[in-house]
C-alpha cells in the first residue's frame, strides 16, 4: 500500500519534468492573436441596460455559441442578430430572458463576410452593435 502510494506522488513531478524537458527543446513559437470576442464562443453580459460590447466578430459560416448573462434583475434583455440596422431580416433572434439570468444561443453565422446588426429587441434604441463575420 505505502508502495503504490507514493508511485501515484511521483506521477505529477514525472508530468512537470517532461514539460519542461518540451518547452526546452522546441524554438518559440509566433504569438497567435487572440480575438477579442473570444472566438465563436463568446460570452455577452447585459448589466445597467447596456451590452458589454458593442461589436461581436465570427468566423464566416461558424457554429456560433454564445453565452448570454443578463445582469439586471427583473428586466428581459436579448440579442437579436439582423442583416442590417434596419432589423428587417433577422438572422437569428434569441429568447428574451428575464434577469438574473443566463441562456445560451447558438446559430450558424452568415456565410457571407460583413458588417451585420445586433440589438436587444427590447431596448432597441440603446441597445445595439455591429455584427461582424469575416
Ligand atoms: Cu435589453
Known sequence: MHHKRSMFALIPLVILVAFFAGCASKTTPTPVPVPLTGGNNITVTAAGMAFDTNSITVSAGAHVTITFQNKDSGIPHN????????????????????????????????????????????????????????
Open 79 to 134: 440579442m437579436a442578430f439582423y442583416t442590417s440596422a434596419a432589423a428587417t431580416t433577422i438572422i437569428y433572434q434569441g429568447a428574451r430572458t428575464t434577469g438574473v439570468s443566463t441562456v445560451t444561443y447558438t446559430f450558424d453565422a452568415p456565410t457571407a463576410p460583413g458588417t451585420y446588426f445586433f440589438r436587444c429587441d427590447v431596448h432597441p434604441a440603446t441597445m445595439t452593435g455591429d455584427f461582424i463575420v469575416q
